[in-house]
């Protein structure tokens, strides 16, 4: 296969998946069951309420202070409003590299993986996840979390997944750290 003809199948590919959303979108509007963006706009950060589409379920409620900014039929990542630790670290993933989150007692939190052909993103995370910034698509994507100062633990990034500590090994991944908020 030439450079050419995968470029091809990337751009079909990225053109099928914008007319899904757009499409997604379209119906959506159409129905009861989406909440208007004016109505979140306005609402209070404690009584926001997230009409969210599940493919198992005709509809889920989910009550939360924090924003939503990516959803997708099996993973849905909201903006912690509460800033955690002394800064923010940004992972960079290439291709294959696994981003192993681990909780503080040594067992694994979940996965991200780059996918060899670009597209996507492997994940084995829970459904729900709260962070600085986590979008698994490949031209938005960003994997950023509250974080301690690296210097903080010799072998892990101090990273905050969920309003909770969680762990990252430095060794993994390439990543920049920023202090402050």
């Keep these: 296969m030439t450079y050419h003809s ?7 590919i990225k053109i099928i998946l914008l007319f899904s959303v757009v499409a997604s979108i379209t119906l959506n509007g159409c129905t009861n069951t989406a909440t208007k963006v004016a109505d979140l706009q306005t609402a209070k950060p404690a009584e926001t309420t997230l009409k969210v589409h599940d493919h198992r379920s005709p509809a889920t409620v989910i009550k939360t202070s924090d924003s939503l900014i990516y ?3 099996i993973f849905i990542s909201y903006v912690d409003h509460t800033k955690r630790g ?6 960079i993933l290439n291709v294959q ?3 192993d ?3 503080m007692d040594e067992t694994k939190f979940g996965e991200i ?5 670009l597209t996507y993103f492997t994940l084995n995370m829970p459904k729900k996840i709260i962070a600085r910034r986590l979008i698994p698509e490949f031209d938005f994507a960003a994997f950023d979390f509250d ?3 690296p210097d903080t633990n010799k072998e892990y990034v101090i990273i905050y997944v969920n309003k909770e500590k969680r762990k990252v090994r430095k060794s993994d991944l390439e990543f920049t750290f920023s202090p402050g908020h």
């Design 6 to 12: 995968t470029s091809l199948r990337i751009f079909g």
């Design 71 to 73: 959803q997708s039929p």
């Design 86 to 91: 002394a800064g923010v670290v940004s992972f």
């Design 97 to 99: 590299d696994r981003l």
């Design 101 to 103: 989150i681990w909780n």
């Design 113 to 117: 993986v780059l996918n060899e052909d």
């Design 147 to 149: 974080a301690e100062k």
